[in-house]
């Protein structure tokens, strides 16, 4: 199914904003917002649904109907067609209040009556010090993750990381006073740092936008679009030495945001356009994937090993073997005086801990990656369950294509990979093209090929229900739809 709407003319744009934070599930640090972006030419009109929320549906706490019901709404209030209606999550995993239906349906009510003539300029910024891949390529060949939900890998087991990408997509909005309307900003991480107290928070987009918005005008509003950030935490998010915090990370890619806000030239916005398909994609026959996982259960479970000690005399024996390795149970005097006498009582004392000692770090390892492949082995089942009831083999998903300018969105309801989205740029025929994830519905991670090779051993691959095959016919529409912008 596809459906194209295209038009050009003066543009007219509107913004609107409602708190949407649940001040009745416990501390609240900061507020979370629906944010609207509404643009008309005179003939089409699209509609930018932000939401500090952790997807549009399936988890969380928008539900599944909130999609149909805002644009059966605003269809019959204010005549907006459902297909220029893009709703995108951050992706923070905040808590949104009840009728957060409502809220947006307001906001969007309340961009569309106040529109005014913009002026339109599109760019590209740079930050690379808020992000990093969280997956690791290990020197057996497998891949893993970096959660708060398990152990990394031991440091001597990881041979290199994956990508990010750092380019912000900016798409900026002023009024003919030459004031900035809105500033809509596109880049790929996951905002789950978290703050210090452990609150309710929008997080890294959250903290972005405050700076952006403090910086400009008053009633000037900062969107943040999520992009591909399937892979990509928030860097040091394994750090233990010091309490999480979003807003040093959100500082600086907003203050990048700021920097290269200023470089973009606004003229008059010409080439108001929006595609809208459905594209089928293949589930994956899980099983096969699941009795593997359980045979390496088994497996690990099996190569535990007994040892004469416990961590009480591990912690005390593996200080003393580092500290001293050569004489790592008395002082060394002790040691030469034995040898000297052609005695080695110490020597074979220390041989015999050592090896306790390895035993017990290697049922340690294996304990860690047992929790790895049991929390993966959980997705696994749960999306072998959503499948079966699903009686389908495909799963439908919805796709926007939205050009404003020179500015060019694809979008897409999963959390695709880093790499899809750095592709996608790279082969559009629009310079200034982006992408994003976790827009019009929500169907888990979508990770590449490649990666779903390695089904089981990271969250991203595990977390899916889509086969192979998903990658080569998204990225084909996708091709389509930009030939057609």
Known sequence: MQTDKTTSGTLLAGVGKADITNYESGLANDPLYVKVLAISDGATTAVIVTVDAVSIGEIGSIPNDYLANVRARLQESLGVDPMGIVINASHCHGSVCPDVEDRTVQAVEQACQNMVPV????????????????????????????????????????AGVGPIDPEIGILRLDREDDHPLAVIYNFACHPIMGVPGGGNTADIAGFASKVIEENLDDDTLALFIQG?????????????????????????????????????????????????????????????????????????????????????????????????????????????????????DLDKLDARNRESCDRYLANIQTMERLTRVQANLSLLRMHHAQNVAAGSDTLRV??????????????????????????????????????????????????????????????????CYLAPEWQALFEAKAADMLGRL
């Open 119 to 158: 002026r339109i300029g599109a760019g590209t910024g740079h930050e690379d010090r808020v992000s990093e891949n969280r997956r690791f390529k290990l020197k057996d060949g497998t891949t893993a993750d970096a959660r708060r939900a398990y152990s990394l890998p031991p440091d001597d087991q990881i």
């Open 228 to 344: 591909c950030a399937g892979d990509i935490n928030p860097t040091r998010y394994k750090d233990v030495e010091n309490p999480p915090d979003a807003e040093p990370l959100g500082n600086l890619l907003g203050l990048s945001v700021l920097r290269d806000l200023r470089g973009i030239e606004t003229g008059e916005g010409t080439g108001l356009k929006v595609i809208r398909e459905t594209l089928d994609l293949p589930r994956e026959d899980l099983r096969p994937h699941i009795g593997r996982l359980q045979e390496e259960q088994t497996r690990l479970l099996q190569s535990l090993r007994s040892t004469d000690i416990n961590f009480k005399t591990f912690l005390n024996l593996s200080v003393k073997q580092a500290v001293s390795p050569e004489f790592p149970s008395f002082y060394a005097h002790r040691y030469l005086h034995d040898r000297e006498a052609e005695r080695d």
């Open 398 to 463: 919805e796709m926007v294509g939205l050009r404003i300018g020179d500015f060019v969105l694809i979008t897409f309801p999963g959390e695709l990979s880093v790499e899809i989205g750095l592709g996608i740029k790279q082969r559009s025929p629009h310079p200034l093209t982006f992408v994003a994830g976790v827009t019009n519905g929500y169907i888990y991670y979508s990770p590449t090929a490649e990666q779903l090779k390695n089904r089981g051993g990271a969250q991203e691959d595990s977390d």
